[in-house]
Structure formats: C-alpha cells, structure tokens
C-alpha cells in the first residue's frame, strides 16, 4: 500500500495537469472563435443580428488597406452627398453597401480626411482649413439605413458625418411604423451614434420633403417652392407663401436644438430649392448655413447658404467615378495655385 501512495499521487497530480491544460486551451480556442466572428465591438443597439440585416461591405477593414500619402488640395473641402445605402432599393438616390464601403475605403486609401462638420463651419466662417484633402460626408433625408449600413462602415474608419433628417418623420422607438415610406431614423438611433463624437445631425425641414402643386396646370415642383391652392383656385400670396416656409423651418430648428442640447443653425434644403426667399426665410428661421444640391468645391468666402456639394450617392458613381472626381479637383487646384504663386 506503501508503495501506491506516490504512484496514486503521481496518477492524480498528472490527472489534474491534464484537465486544467484542457481548460486553458478550450478558453483560448473559444476566445479565438470569438474573435473571429466578431470584427467590431457592439454597443446597445437596435440593429437585428439577423443574416438579411449586415451588410457584407463590413467584412472590409482598414487594416488591410495601405495609405498612399499625397497631397491633393489644401485650404478647401470637397464636400459629399448620400441619401439612402441599401442593397435592394431601386430609388435613383440609392447606393448600396458595397457600392458606399468602396467609396471610404477609396477616401482612407488616398489618404482624404473626412471632418466634422463644427471643423467645416469654422472652415465658412473663418476661411482657414489646417486640414489637407479634407471632405465633408452628408447625408439627406434621415434614413434608418444611414445607421444599419453606411453608420457601421464610418464608424470603421473613425470618419464623422453628418444626417440633415426630416424632423417630423423620425420615430421614437424602432417599433413605430411610418407606412409606405422608407425608414426613418429613431430617435435612440441618432443618440446612440452622437454619443461616439462621429455623428452629427442638422435640418432638411419639418414636413417639406415632398412634391406639390405649384401651377393651375398641375405642374409639380419642390414644397418649399409656392405651391397653388386649388381649394380657392390661386397661387399663394407672397406672404402666405413665407409664412408657410418660417413655421416649418423653426419647428424644425427648434426641434432638433432641443433633441441635441445644442443650436441647430444649418439646413439642407429639399431639392436644391434655394430662391431668395427660401434663403431669407431661413435667416429669419435662425440659420446660419445652408447646403444646396449645386456642384463645386467649398473654398474661402463661400456664401453660407449656397453651400455647394457633389451628390455620389448614385448607382452609377463607383470606385473609379470617384476617383475621376477627386482628380478633377486636384488638377483645378493646382492649376489655381501655381497661378497664385
């Protein structure tokens, strides 16, 4: 019996060696599982796991790609537009994942830098950009896939943005539905996303996002332009007209300042619509800035409410038209610069 006791105990310290190292190496390669098929952390979100719901562009990260240092232009911003970013959708203002993942990375790879827009109204008021390459990302209409796909893909590169919502359609909970309309932003959404610093949202109206009549005829035109009153036959009075534009705006204003504990002092306005009383209206309405849909570069003494801005948030604008873009820009500055110099 002597003679088991420092077998057994040989036999039982081997046996527990035995387990904990099966312990140890089931915990590593779990871990590993685990990192794995998690690429990015999730905060509390609302966004189904579901399979249907990710978007396959997030399978891209930054890690894989190399920066190609360069100078493009200094001491302006190029300023782009995007509406909707899903896979399926055939509206014309519509891109999907894919398509929108291949447009950051070309920014991260070309080594552009995307701001914020506090760095961009500086930029307006002030005529100094310290930021070389740099690009403004906005969005139009405040569409929920601006947080289930292009949010996600942003966030990957650290890159700010900016949503102009049509305040009066957001939801309050995901569960609200708005029927035959695609789906907006919920307020926990937008929350969610400006707690990371990269998010910023801004004004696109209350309720003018839609066409109206705007002649006897039926000719259709933009909301925000004066519409015709076929209960009394007319067109409206000029007064009317501006009335109609100072309620909307401000209640917008006022409720998004509201919603973000900050002034919102910045509009988009709906299809480029920009008259001179859709402007002044906007300035009594207390904003300060407008985007507008016209294309050009920002640069130094730009008018604050004619913004202008290049709208790539289209099927037809890939890799390659972006590029074309950016080069064009390129050759316009240096041109300009060695002219300057």
């Known amino acids: 019996m002597k003679k088991r006791i420092p077998f057994l105990a040989t036999f039982f310290l081997t046996l527990v060696l035995v387990v904990a190292a099966g312990f140890l190496l089931s915990g590593k390669k779990e871990q590993e599982t685990v990192n794995n098929l998690q690429h990015f952390s999730h905060d509390g979100t609302s966004i189904s796991t579901q399979k249907g719901n990710e978007s396959p562009a997030l399978e891209i990260g930054k890690e894989q790609l190399t920066v190609n240092k360069q100078t493009w232009y200094r001491d302006q911003v190029v300023v782009l537009t995007y509406h909707h970013v899903d896979a399926t959708s055939k509206q014309p203002f519509a891109i999907t994942p894919d398509q929108f993942a291949e447009h950051m990375a070309f920014l991260y790879k070309n080594d552009l830098h995307p701001i914020t827009m506090t760095e961009f109204l500086r930029f307006v008021d002030t005529g100094v950009m310290p930021t070389e390459n740099a690009v403004l990302l906005t969005f139009d209409d405040g569409y929920e896939s601006y947080y289930k796909h292009a949010y996600p893909i942003m966030k990957e590169y650290q890159f700010p943005s900016v949503n102009f919502v049509i305040t009066g359609r957001l939801r309050d909970t995901v569960e609200r539905k708005r029927e035959n309309m695609t789906p907006p932003l919920t307020f926990p959404e937008i929350e969610e996303m400006m707690a990371t610093?990269?998010?910023?949202?801004?004004?696109?109206?209350?309720?003018?996002?839609?066409?109206?009549?705007?002649?006897e005829w039926g000719q259709p035109g933009p909301e925000t332009a004066p519409v015709y009153l076929e209960d009394v036959n007319r067109l409206e009075e000029e007064q009317e007209y501006k009335n109609r534009l100072y309620v909307d705006f401000m209640m917008a204003r006022v409720a998004l300042s509201d919603f973000v504990h900050k002034k919102i002092e910045t509009i988009s306005f709906p299809f480029g619509y920009a008259s001179e009383a859709v402007v002044e209206t906007a300035k009594e309405a207390g904003y300060r800035y407008a985007f507008s849909t016209a294309h050009g570069v920002v640069k130094a003494g730009v008018d604050p409410y004619r913004i202008p801005r290049y709208d790539v948030g289209t099927p037809d604008k890939d890799g390659k038209a972006l590029r074309d873009l950016f080069t064009s820009v390129k050759t316009n500055w240096g041109s300009s610069h060695v002219q300057a110099n």
């Open 197 to 215: 610093g990269l998010v910023e949202v801004a004004s696109h109206t209350y309720s003018m996002h839609e066409q109206a009549v705007t002649s």
